[in-house]
């Protein structure tokens, strides 16, 4: 049985539920050197989604009250300096200090747990989460050895599926930009995107998922979209990798060869595709305004 473990000086206790259960996710997609790692729970809260990214990531693990409940994770002990940096990341909620129960039977009386800012209320609308995430979670309950019956509920978890009437009003708009020779045949290289990050009018922010680039006029988007091809990026997240260490901008050593889609997986090029409804069907518009040279060449097509 562990025992009662406090606080010290240069390191806290945070509580993973969500996207940092897992002590790989944490060494390798967080950044974070946890000195000691436990798996237990949290007693008075749940599990569910709150709303996030529409049509591509439309639903983010939170807990709520629930006095009849517990939730399941792994408490980690951290440097303060990478707590500091984890709750930035993890900026849409507030750190709860709260007891944590070890499957040992030991405690851990001071651990941080990431609640959402704004609460739940009965009525809110849950989101759902993307399969990307959805993967975060069981993978990280398995490498932690959660219980079976949390493990059962994770993977009975239904995850976001385009809805046909959105993949057709997709389908459509890039045939209408097929059909558009102006826009068509407006070649951006990747030192023409870069230039286009949104910092001056002169330069509006633009982005580029695949081939397409993209005005984002007024949809709220990472700033690290902006003048950047997020392809990558994108299949970096997907894959659960670190996107500080491996995502790499215009002029960075090994940004070219751009990945090919013929070497994606079917769910990864799904993935790619809902990253790009996520600019085109959101409140505020986006446009497909030319196509990315740089993504073309390295796709051996031209």
């Known amino acids: ?32 050197n946890p000195a000691e790692y436990h798996v237990g729970t949290i007693q008075g809260w749940d599990l569910f989604f709150k709303q996030g990214i529409a049509f591509v990531e439309p ?26 940096l984890l709750d930035r990341q993890e900026g849409g909620y507030n750190v709860q200090h709260c007891q944590f129960i070890s499957y040992e039977g030991g405690t851990i009386e001071d651990v ?10 009965d009525g809110d609308e849950e989101g759902v989460p993307s399969l990307r995430y959805l ?8 490498d932690g050895k959660l219980t079976k019956e949390w493990i059962d509920r994770i993977d009975s978890q239904p995850y976001y599926i385009t ?12 045939s209408e930009f097929d ?9 951006w290289t990747a030192e023409d ?12 922010a633009h982005t580029s998922v695949m081939q397409y680039v993209i005005k984002i006029h007024d949809v709220r988007v990472f700033s690290s979209w902006k003048g950047h091809s997020i392809t990558r990026r994108n299949l970096i997240q997907f894959r659960g990798m670190s996107l500080d260490t491996n995502d790499i901008r215009f002029g960075e050593e090994g940004f070219r060869p751009i990945p090919k889609l013929s070497e994606c997986s079917e769910e990864e090029r799904e993935f790619l595709m809902q990253n790009l409804e996520s600019l085109l069907h959101r409140d505020g518009g986006a446009t497909i305004v030319g196509q990315l040279k740089d993504f073309v060449e390295d796709q051996g097509d031209v």
């Open 112 to 121: 941080g747990m990431y609640v959402p800012k704004k609460l739940w209320t």
């Open 135 to 142: 993967r975060l979670l069981q993978n990280g309950a398995r």
């Open 1 to 32: 049985m562990l025992p009662a473990i406090t606080t010290s000086s240069t390191h806290v206790w945070r509580f993973g539920y969500g996207s940092n259960i897992g002590l790989e996710i944490l060494r390798q997609k967080k950044n974070l």
């Open 179 to 187: 059909a558009d020779p102006e826009r068509r045949d407006s070649w």
């Open 59 to 84: 639903g983010w693990g939170a807990v709520r009250p629930d006095p009849q409940s517990s939730i399941h994770g792994s408490a980690f002990l951290i440097p303060k300096e990478e707590a500091e």
């Open 193 to 204: 995107l870069a230039k286009y990050d949104g910092a001056s009018s002169e330069y509006p």
């Open 163 to 174: 809805p046909p009437e959105v993949r057709k009003q997709t389908m459509q708009w890039i």
